[in-house]
């Protein structure tokens, strides 16, 4: 599988932003996709995720209400619309899938998008 992110860039302090991320190759194992996020010195940590079958979806406390994650399964992709963003959510923004193995699962990323606020 691979993930192709784009859509990052500088924005002001309560803008909006839209992050797509489409996956190609070995599509119709994965079960679910995000987004995480890392910022300098800090880990990666979740922000948003779909699953592939029910769209259920799970968001991060700190960006509930702000971030929505979407997908059109006919094209592969998901989406992270931001809006009211703060100088917090500056980060590097990597695209997530996974599939369900044997074992237990395996994460696919993307080559991350950098997001910039100004404020």
């Known amino acids: 599988v691979q993930l192709q992110a784009s859509g990052g860039g500088l924005v002001q302090a309560g803008g909006s932003l839209r992050l797509s991320c489409a996956a190609s190759?070995?599509?119709?194992?994965?079960?679910?996709m995000g987004w995480y996020r890392q910022a300098p010195g800090k880990q990666r940590d979740l922000v948003a995720s779909?699953?592939?079958?029910?769209?259920?979806?799970n968001y991060a406390d700190s960006v509930k209400g702000r971030f929505t994650i979407s997908r059109d399964n006919a094209k592969n992709t998901v989406y992270l619309q931001m809006n009211n963003l703060k100088s917090e959510d500056a980060a590097v923004y990597y695209c997530?899938?996974?599939?369900?193995?044997?074992?237990?699962?395996?994460?696919?990323w993307g080559q991350g998008t950098l997001v910039t606020v100004s404020s």
């Open positions: 190759g070995t599509t119709f194992a994965l079960n679910a």
């Open positions: 997530n899938a996974r599939a369900p193995r044997y074992t237990g699962w395996v994460d696919y």
């Open positions: 779909i699953t592939t079958g029910s769209g259920s979806t």
